[in-house]
């Protein structure tokens, strides 16, 4: 009768499908591959401008009082070319709904105060939600240290290979479930996103990285997008916060 105590869906929905295709199905993963098909990328970009009718791009109040999320990755200290980026993310207004990715800002060369103050603007044109900032650096968590001061909501993420990994997958569901949306003019999103690359560790696990060696700033608005729509949690897809 075989075994009924797993179920083949259940493993699909806790590993990525690069896992489940190297671990269950015994296929190798390129080291290097990108994380996100391109085609799927691409796929996803609409013209907001006759697609999002509620969208006013150039009103004080874009949104009008209709709540975003925000994702911070914070500028590096690296020497590598790093800059902060921030993504604005209008969430589902209902259940399994898709996200709007309605601006994107990248910073450069900026102390951790001004990218502190970046944000703050955010907060008063838009009606923000949640805020999650990259602290992994030593400016992350000194822009965090600020921002938490007028955003007391505002929420810190670790950057581990757990961590990325959970961003990553998250993502890769909203991409497949068709529930994500970008303005077409904002190609260097897709740029950023195509940068995310899938890393095999020594130990077999398969992790997430970006190439830095692109003139992309290691896809930085990508994990500033992913920072905004992990608000809502992988397996929580009908729990949107309206």
């Not at 671990?23 to 290097?32: A, N, P, Q, S, T």
């Not at 697609?51 to 874009?62: E, Y």
């Not at 994107?104 to 060369?109: L, S």
């Not at 502190?116 to 000194?142: M, S």
Request: charge should be negative; hydrophobic fraction near 35%; include cysteine.
């Amino acid at each position: 009768k075989g075994w009924k105590l797993t179920r083949l869906d259940e493993i699909q929905d806790e590993n990525s499908e690069d896992e489940f295709r190297n671990l269950y199905m015994c296929e190798f993963v390129r080291d290097g591959e990108s994380a996100f098909s391109l085609n799927l990328l691409i796929g996803c970009g609409v013209d907001g401008y006759d697609d999002w009718p509620d969208w006013k791009p150039f009103a004080p109040r874009p949104m009008g009082n209709r709540p975003v999320w925000v994702g911070y990755d914070a500028n590096g200290s690296t020497g590598n070319g790093d800059s902060g980026a921030l993504c604005v993310v209008v969430p589902p207004a209902v259940p399994g709904g898709r996200f709007r990715t309605i601006e994107t800002r990248q910073v450069q060369g900026l102390e951790f105060e001004e990218q502190a103050r970046v944000i703050e603007d955010i907060t008063l044109k838009y009606n923000v939600q949640h805020i999650g900032i990259d602290v992994t650096g030593g400016n992350g968590d000194a822009v965090y240290q600020i921002v938490k001061k007028f955003f007391p909501a505002a929420v810190p993420y670790n950057f581990t290979m757990a961590s990325k990994r959970a961003l990553v997958m998250k993502m890769l569901q909203v991409i497949r479930a068709g529930r994500w949306e970008y303005d077409r003019g904002e190609r260097e999103l897709v740029t950023a996103f195509n940068a995310v690359r899938k890393i095999k560790t020594q130990g077999g696990f398969i992790t997430y990285d970006t190439d830095r060696s692109r003139g992309v700033s290691h896809g930085d608005l990508a994990w500033a997008n992913m920072l905004a729509i992990i608000n809502e949690p992988l397996g929580d897809e009908d729990g949107a916060v309206k």
